[in-house]
């Protein structure tokens, strides 16, 4: 049983450049969240997406960041123009059953970004 | 609404002793309680967890206290081990996600 593949596992990108990062949930779970986390500071819920619809992206950045969980596939977060600021491990997460009232997060092992 | 505080932000015991880490929270609707461990390098794995209608749930050396009324709730590791090292986070439900706190890195020291 794969848990949540997350990859890749570290990226470097320039001022400027795009990245991309790319999300596999836990086989059967139609739920993904992706979180931020800054070095020695907790996690920062970004966006949750359901199989082609974004339930709620209250957490993402109004500029330069978008998430999507298509059909088929991998949800993908991308980040646009990446600034300095951006550097920091990006973690996806899928669940099970509708609401978290009921189901547990299971977390990838994250994707570290450092822009130079 | 949305915040958790959790203390203390480090935390350093000497093997075999206990542990106690603990967060308060302001949302009243949040029912779901759980505590996730992350070591070095890996994402958060959930250790426990505690739902509203319970005070208490215990596994093995590990139990969690919830307080609905006073809205804090403590993480609990008894006859602590090196293994135990690590960064554990409590977290509430929100309206579609969890909410996390700030997290607090144990040391074990053999």
């Known amino acids: 049983n794969a848990g949540v593949m997350q990859n890749p596992r570290h990226l470097v990108r320039r001022r400027g450049q795009e990245a991309r990062l790319r999300c596999s949930p836990v086989k059967g779970h139609s739920h993904v969240y992706w979180y931020r986390q800054l070095p020695e500071e907790g996690l920062k819920f970004m966006v949750y997406l359901q199989k082609e619809n974004i339930i709620d992206e209250s957490g993402m950045p109004k500029e330069r960041f978008s998430a999507e969980f298509p059909k088929e596939g991998p949800s993908i977060l991308r980040i646009q123009q990446v600034v300095r600021g951006d550097s920091a491990a990006y973690f996806c997460?899928?669940?099970?059953?509708?609401?978290?009232?009921?189901?547990?997060?299971?977390f990838g092992e994250g994707s570290r970004l450092t822009v130079l | 609404g949305e915040n958790v505080e959790q203390h203390p932000s480090t935390l350093s015991v000497q093997e075999g002793d206990s542990a106690v880490i603990k967060c308060t929270y302001s949302d009243s609707a949040s029912n779901y309680f759980p505590w996730y461990k992350q070591e070095l390098g890996k994402g958060p794995q959930l250790i426990i967890d505690?739902?509203?209608?319970?005070g208490e749930k215990k596994d093995q050396r590990i139990a969690v206290t919830l307080n609905k009324t006073a809205k804090h709730f403590s993480l609990h590791i008894t006859e602590t081990q090196p293994e135990d090292s690590a960064v554990y986070f409590c977290?509430?439900?929100?309206?579609?996600?969890?909410?996390f706190g700030t997290g607090t890195r144990l040391t074990v020291i053999p």
């Open positions: 977290a509430k439900t929100g309206a579609n996600n969890l909410f």
């Open positions: 505690i739902r509203s209608n319970v």
């Open positions: 997460a899928s669940s099970q059953r509708t609401g978290l009232n009921t189901g547990e997060l299971f």
